[in-house]
């Protein structure tokens, strides 16, 4: 045998690069399964919604990182202390109007809320694209901001009961506050 190979050489060789192939994909199995645990913990139920939309996991977790990009590109800012109050006075307005016309206050939330996150630097063209973004920094309400907008967006107005505008109204309160709120600093690091 060439360069004194022997078999017992050649099974002791082979023996040492099937273990070392093993742990290479037990380190990228393991990496993985983080990856994903990380995620699914970060999104939530996004998460879940990317699963669904996607067809598999390795694309709806590439689709969550694609928006962890998109939205890293972004400048989202906070409020000056001025737009925070206009808004805070906006909602009240808004809110006081759902007992004489709950639709019409659905609308409103649904508009200020947009508003709001044009205000703060998030795109605002399409539903779909913009809850995307926001789930980014906000994954916790965007169950509750999805559920709102579909009852505001519902052809024919008149189709939702009150019970379902006043559910509405409580899901656009939820993603107001948390998109009005002043972050701090660790709490930022910790959301990137």
């Avoid at 879940?48 to 689709?63: I, M, V, W, Y």
């Avoid at 307005?93 to 206050?105: C, E, I, L, N």
């Avoid at 505001?152 to 019970?163: I, L, N, Q, S």
Wanted: aromatic fraction near 6%; hydrophobic fraction near 40%; glycine fraction near 6%.
């Amino acid at each position: 045998m060439p360069f004194g190979l022997t078999n017992s050489n050649l099974i002791t060789g082979a023996m040492l690069l099937s273990l070392v192939l093993v742990v290479v994909l037990a380190i990228v199995i393991e990496r993985r399964r983080r990856k994903s645990k990380a995620l699914r913990a970060r999104f939530g139920s996004e998460y879940d919604r990317a699963l669904t939309t996607h067809g598999s996991q390795s694309k709806a977790e590439a689709g969550l990182a694609g928006r962890e990009t998109r939205v890293s590109k972004m400048t989202i800012r906070e409020l000056s202390t001025s737009e925070r109050e206009r808004f805070m006075a906006d909602w009240l307005t808004v809110q006081s109007r759902f007992v004489d016309h709950p639709k019409g206050a659905v609308t409103e939330a649904d508009e200020l809320v947009t508003s709001l996150l044009k205000a703060r630097g998030y795109p605002v063209a399409g539903f779909e694209q913009r809850a995307e973004d926001v789930s980014v920094d906000y994954p916790v309400v965007m169950e509750n901001y999805r559920a709102a907008q579909a009852i505001a967006v519902r052809p024919g107005g008149g189709d939702a009961t009150t019970e379902e505008l006043r559910t509405a109204m409580i899901h656009y309160r939820t993603i107001f506050d948390e998109l009005i709120q002043v972050k701090k600093r660790d709490e930022v690091k910790s959301a990137a």
